[in-house]
């Protein structure tokens, strides 16, 4: 298990954060979820054997944010 917060840009409001959170809750091997727009981040715990990274951030920026791991 891995957790992880990544910067998320692009989301403006609550119905952002809503569908992102729907995506992320909807992918297998993730397991928590925390979305804050207002923060532009998504603070997430997955299973490194089930999803891989990548694959998470390729879903968000489908919705049209952009993602990148917070360092
Ligand atoms: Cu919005």
New binding site residues.
Partial sequence: MKTITLSVTG???G??AASVKRVLDSTEGVVAISVNHEEDSVILKYAETEVTLDSIIDKIEKLGYKAEVMH
């Fill in positions: 989301m403006s409001c119905g952002c």
